[in-house]
């Protein structure tokens, strides 16, 4: 069984487009996360949510928008996709302010 | 806040030798600590964390880390490289209060045969 999955995998769009990423996590945590790695590496917290409630909010542009239906799935969605978008996005979740267990990452292609 | 500089971009090694990363982090007040390994096109997968107690923390694959408090520092050490661990490691800190984890730029380990 995954712990943290992410779908889909690999997702190539236009630019201009608007666009889902889905996670679910099936370890019992309460808190997830969506971090962001650029084509050098680099990763960065974006959002995070404890109990469905937002409590990692970094300086995203307000295309980007999370969301959290129930503790077990993080969600996010991106209007008017741009090329600076492209990037891998993982998601992760942990059980309180433990270790942090990270999917396997979508990787976003703007065109 | 917190952060992290890994010393090293990239680190070139053959196989059976030994290897260091360094990582240092700033932060004003306590941490935890942890080191993350990346393998191509994969996530994340945790190596090994400080949490408290034993400066000195190991992994089941032979790799070790050191909390030096005084140097601020986390460095990664494995004496005995195998091709298998070629693969991109980041060293990560957070705040013991905090969610946030905040990453280092990463170090890129080539084991060459």
């Known amino acids: 069984d995954t712990a943290v999955s992410q779908t889909p995998k690999y997702l190539v769009t236009q630019m201009g487009n608007d666009k889902s990423i889905k996670c679910e996590q099936n370890?019992?945590?309460?808190?997830m996360y969506w971090y962001k790695q650029d084509s050098k590496k680099f990763l960065k917290i974006m959002f995070s949510?404890?109990?469905?409630?937002?409590?990692i909010n970094e300086t995203v542009p307000n295309r980007f928008s999370p969301k959290s239906p129930d503790k077990a799935h993080l969600n996010l969605h991106i209007n008017s996709l741009e090329l600076g978008d492209s990037a891998v996005y993982f998601c992760?979740?942990?059980?309180?302010?433990?270790?942090?267990?990270f999917g396997p990452g979508t990787r976003l292609t703007v065109l | 806040a917190q952060s992290v500089t890994q010393l090293d971009s990239q680190v070139p090694v053959f196989e059976e030798a030994p290897v260091e990363l360094r990582c240092n982090y700033s932060?004003?007040?306590?941490?935890?600590l942890f080191w993350y390994v990346q393998y191509p096109n994969q996530g994340l997968q945790l190596l090994l964390k400080?949490?408290?107690?034993?400066?000195l923390v190991e992994s089941i694959n032979g790799f070790e880390a050191e909390f030096n408090k005084s140097q601020t520092s986390f460095h990664l050490r494995k004496p005995s490289v195998h091709i298998s661990d070629t693969a991109e490691y980041f060293c990560?800190?957070?705040?013991?209060?905090?969610?946030?984890?905040?990453f280092g730029a990463g170090t890129t380990v080539t084991v060459r045969a």
């Open positions: 370890l019992g945590h309460d808190t």
């Open positions: 949510y404890n109990n469905k409630e937002l409590i």
């Open positions: 932060s004003s007040v306590s941490v935890y």
């Open positions: 990560a800190v957070r705040n013991i209060n905090d969610y946030k984890l905040s």
């Open positions: 992760a979740s942990s059980g309180g302010r433990d270790e942090q267990f």
């Open positions: 400080y949490l408290s107690g034993s400066t």
